[in-house]
T-cell receptor, first 114, second 116 residues
Framework: IAGITQAPTSQILAAGRRMTLRCTQD?????MYWYRQDLGLGLRLIHY???????GKGEVPDGYSVSRANTDDFPLTLASAVPSQTSVYFC?????????????FGPGTRLTVL | AQSVTQLDSQVPVFEEAPVELRCNYS??????LFWYVQYPNQGLQLLLK??????LVKGINGFEAEFNKSQTSFHLRKPSVHISDTAEYFC??????????????FGTGTRLQVTL
């Protein structure tokens, strides 16, 4: 593993189903993020975590939940998917120490909710 | 809170021509500024960033950007583009001294289309 991996690459899901998008990083970054990307809207922050054991809400958190049990993993769960959650989801991480500020992104998960 | 405006949703340009992608931001505090590039079906990759110091920032692939505090702008430029520069470009901002959240606010993106 190098950098950030996301799984699955793509998924078609029936409305009402539960889905967990996985994200793993091997850079030992303390902060991790989930974004959704929609045409004409850019990237919008769903949830974030500054360190293992803590999470926070971003710009569009409704319908999503996250957990951060350890440094490397940051899964995003849709408890009951709806068609408006059709999007491309990106996980990112950053090292908050030293003021580096750069966020590194995974390859994305394309989710279609029917 | 911060906001970012990318004024052009699409920019068509011929190969070897210069290009400028515009970005304006709004913030009540000092900011860090970033440009990311997204190639088709890929994640975002950092092109360059302004944290402090010289207002002219050079990045990868021959791109550069200039931070203009009075105009609250951070326009991206390249003197001669290549076909391989065809991609989506995102400007992003985060406030300085807003704690450790380091949340980025992204613009809506500019699609750079380079043709022969």
């Amino acid at each position: 593993i190098a950098g950030i991996t996301q799984a699955p690459t793509s998924q078609i899901l029936a409305a009402g189903r539960r889905m967990t998008l996985r994200c793993t990083q091997d850079m030992r970054h303390n902060a991790m993020y989930w974004y959704r990307q929609d045409l004409g809207l850019g990237l919008r922050l769903i949830h974030y975590s500054n360190t293992a054991g803590t999470t926070g809400k971003g710009e569009v958190p409704d319908g999503y939940s996250v957990s951060r049990a350890n440094t490397d993993d940051f899964p995003l769960t849709l408890a009951s998917a709806v068609p408006s959650q059709t999007s491309v989801y990106f996980c990112a991480s950053s090292d908050l120490s030293g003021g580096k500020n750069e966020q590194f992104f995974g390859p994305g998960t394309r989710l279609t909710v029917l | 809170a911060q906001s970012v405006t990318q004024l052009d949703s699409q920019v068509p340009v011929f190969e070897e021509a210069p290009v400028e992608l515009r970005c304006n931001y709004s913030s009540s505090v000092s900011v860090y500024l970033f440009w990311y590039v997204q190639y088709p079906n890929q994640g975002l990759q950092l092109l360059l960033k302004y944290l402090s110091g010289s207002t002219l920032v050079k990045g990868i692939n021959g791109f550069e950007a200039e931070f203009n505090k009075s105009q609250t702008s951070f326009h991206l430029r390249k003197p001669s583009v290549h076909i391989s520069d065809t991609a989506e470009y995102f400007c992003a901002v985060r406030g300085v001294g807003t704690g450790t959240a380091s949340k980025l606010t992204f613009g809506t993106g500019t699609r750079l289309q380079v043709t022969l």
